[in-house]
């Protein structure tokens, strides 16, 4: 449904546009069977690539340790999205505790707590596990000023309204009574999966749609309700990476679209309207399990290559004295990506000389480089680990 509102743009008297409203899930379809049979060729491949990138994630010892590192590159490709850039090494820089040149890798490092502490809280999906990873996002960064962990009480124009309504692309719905019930309706589908799941962990929400098919609606009815004042893109990708956790239909967090959605960012936004402008649930549809289908095989490259550098450095120091607390360091330098010697010893409880010698053996055998060439306040980054996250998917191939 639209909604006519007036927009303020050049012209005094304002130009009229219309807000549009979305009509709560599921979508309209005569034949939701036919909908699924014409997207079932990109619902397969999907299902397949996350099945055997959750499998792969199952075998390890440490899949926390490495996917955080997953994590990072897909929070640094969602907030490009939005024009918000920062290297994945800024970000696990300035997490280290030092400075960083660019003000926008707060925003990023924001953006990976806003997701871990979705992950980690015990809510399940909810109107308010949204507002807290909401506040996580702005918190001290640009836009704290726009209610962090509220919903908005203004109107929002996606585009440009100082040109009028020509610069206006997408008007969502209206503060108050409709985003009301837009938030309501979405609170209850954001966990039909769940209530729907079967003991063998397939889903079909009312009995009709696969849940992967369900969470590319939710993406979409996020972004057309855009319940926030800003950093709605970033949590609606956010909603896609922690949804199928909280739904048990996963067992860990492998659902990144936002390499895709960067390299096709247009087609991205253009797919998103159609829903919103002709019900062009297909094209979304379509795209969206696209997404899911081919960063599924490329983060199954990503992690066997990260696999293969840890094993590497375990196996340099396999015979060192201390190969438990250097495995335990190891497994620090891929879940942070930079270390300091406060950092180490603080996290693996050993005095800073003792810190020091164990970050030295890793240096040895290639799995850190200082950088800052000082004798005091030193930090090392793992060059081959951020290699690999960096790389593109091709040039893992080989992996």
């Not at 010697?341 to 020091?356: D, F, G, H, I, Y």
Request: hydrophobic content about 40%; some cysteine.
């Amino acid at each position: 449904m639209a909604v006519r509102l007036r927009v303020s743009a050049a012209d005094p008297k304002g130009v009229e546009v219309d807000a549009f409203v979305p009509d709560p899930l599921p979508p309209r379809m005569k034949t939701p069977l036919l909908f699924i049979g014409q997207v079932s060729g990109a619902l397969l491949e999907a299902q397949n690539g996350l099945a055997r990138l959750d499998v792969l994630c199952e075998s390890l010892p440490n899949a926390g340790v490495l996917l955080r590192a997953l994590r990072k590159r897909e929070v640094q490709r969602s907030s490009e999205i939005e024009n918000t850039f920062a290297s994945i090494e800024e970000i696990s820089v300035l997490e280290a505790g030092r400075k960083v040149s660019r003000e926008s890798a707060a925003e990023v490092l924001n953006n990976l707590s806003a997701v871990e502490h979705a992950l980690a809280s015990p809510l399940p999906l909810c109107n308010r596990l949204l507002r807290e990873a909401h506040a996580k996002l702005l918190e001290g960064v640009r836009g704290d000023h726009l209610r962090p962990g509220e919903f908005r009480d203004g109107q929002v124009y996606i585009g440009n309204p100082s040109r009028g309504g020509s610069g206006v692309r997408y008007v969502p719905p209206p503060p108050g009574e409709h985003l009301r019930l837009c938030l309501e309706a979405f609170e209850k589908a954001m966990n039909v999966p769940a209530a729907a799941r079967e003991p063998d962990g397939a889903a079909e929400p009312s009995g009709r749609y696969p849940w992967l098919v369900w969470l590319g609606f939710l993406h979409y009815q996020f972004e057309a309700v855009h319940p926030f004042s800003d950093g709605n893109g970033r949590l609606g990708r956010l909603l896609v990476h922690v949804a199928p956790c909280k739904w048990g239909v996963l067992r860990h967090p492998i659902t990144n679209v936002s390499e895709f959605f960067m390299a096709n960012r247009r087609a991205y936004y253009d797919a998103l309207l159609g829903v919103s402008e002709r019900g062009d649930w297909l094209a979304w549809t379509d795209l969206f399990l696209r997404a899911i289908a081919r960063q599924s095989v490329e983060d199954q490259g990503r992690v066997r290559a990260l696999v293969g550098l840890r094993e590497g450095y375990v196996k340099a120091v396999e015979r060192n004295r201390n190969r438990a607390s250097l495995g335990r360091l190891i497994d620090l330098v891929f879940e942070q990506l930079v270390v300091t010697n406060p950092m180490v010893a603080e996290r693996l409880a050993v005095s800073k000389p003792t810190a020091q010698k164990l970050i030295e053996a890793v240096v040895k055998v290639g799995g850190l480089a200082e950088v800052t060439g000082e004798t005091y306040a030193r930090m090392y980054r793992a060059g081959e680990v951020l290699g690999v996250l960096d790389a593109r998917a091709e040039d893992l191939s080989g992996s």
